[in-house]
C-alpha cells in the first residue's frame, strides 16, 4: 500500500479537460445546445433499465390476455347474448371432448389381436 500513489485533487494525473459546471454566460448558444443536447442523451442511457421495460411489457401483455380471454370464456353476460356464444361453445365442446371417450370408433383397436394368444 505504501508503494502505490494515492489520487487526490491536487496531485491527478488525468485533469479534467473542462472545469465543470459549465459557465453558461461565457458560452455561446450553440455550444450550450451541444451540451445540453449530450447531457440528454447520456441522462437517458443512464436511466434505461432494459429488463424493468420488458417484465413491464410482458405483465401488460399477459394481464390484457388473461382479461380478454376471462371475458370472453368465462364471464357470466346473463341472459345477453354475446357475439362470444359462438366461441364459448366451440372451445367447451372441444375441451369437453378431450375429457369423454368417443364411441363412433373403437378405442383399442388392437387389443383383441394382442390379448389372443397364436396357435
Known amino acids: 500500500m505504501a508503494g502505490q500513489n494515492v489520487f487526490d485533487v491536487k496531485n491527478n494525473p488525468y485533469k479534467a479537460q473542462r472545469s465543470w459546471p459549465p459557465d453558461f454566460a461565457k458560452m455561446d448558444s450553440k455550444e450550450q445546445f451541444r451540451l445540453e443536447r449530450r447531457y440528454r442523451r447520456r441522462a437517458k442511457l ?8 420488458q417484465a413491464v411489457k410482458l405483465t401488460q401483455w399477459g394481464s390484457i390476455t388473461f382479461v ?3 371475458s370472453v370464456l368465462f364471464m357470466d353476460w346473463g341472459d345477453i347474448h354475446t357475439p362470444f356464444d359462438g366461441i364459448r361453445k366451440w372451445v367447451f365442446e372441444r375441451s369437453n371432448s378431450i375429457w369423454t371417450a368417443s364411441t363412433t370408433q373403437p378405442q383399442r383397436p388392437n387389443l383383441k389381436r394382442i390379448s389372443e394368444k397364436p396357435t
Open 46 to 53: 443512464a436511466y434505461t433499465r432494459p429488463r424493468w421495460n
Open 68 to 70: 380478454l380471454g376471462y
